[in-house]
């Protein structure tokens, strides 16, 4: 059984940062590649960063030059740092990985609260 947990959300004033981690736990898997979505209020969820398993990554125009996302292989993990957030960035981010055990599925994390104050 393979799970994923988040951590690093939480409120922060119009300017700040926070940095979302998501870790992969279980046994007998290995991951590929490692995304990060959020879903604000009313609206769908979106695709905010992705990386591959060799690092090549992607990042939204919503979020470029902001966000970062980075992962590290050998423990499972995929980061999120998040710079100079604005209002508009509040929504509940989760982490989605590509994980073959038997198969190869997308598995999501159970979402982390990201709030930003004006």
């Known amino acids: 059984q393979v799970q994923l947990v988040e951590s690093g959300g939480g409120l922060v004033q119009s300017g700040g940062s926070l940095r979302l981690s998501c870790v992969a736990s279980g046994s007998d898997f290995s991951v590929s590649a490692r995304s990060w979505y959020r879903q604000a209020p009313g609206k769908q969820r979106e695709l905010v960063a992705s990386?591959?398993?060799?690092?090549?990554?992607y990042h939204a125009d919503s979020v470029k030059g902001r966000f970062t996302i980075s992962s590290d292989n050998a423990k499972n993990t995929a980061f999120l740092q998040m710079n100079n957030l604005k209002p508009e960035d509040t929504a509940v981010y989760y982490c989605?990985?590509?994980?073959?055990?038997?198969?190869?599925?997308?598995?999501w994390g159970q979402g982390t609260q990201v709030t930003v104050s004006s």
């Open positions: 989605n990985f590509n994980i073959r055990t038997t198969i190869m599925r997308s598995y």
């Open positions: 990386i591959s398993r060799s690092g090549d990554t």
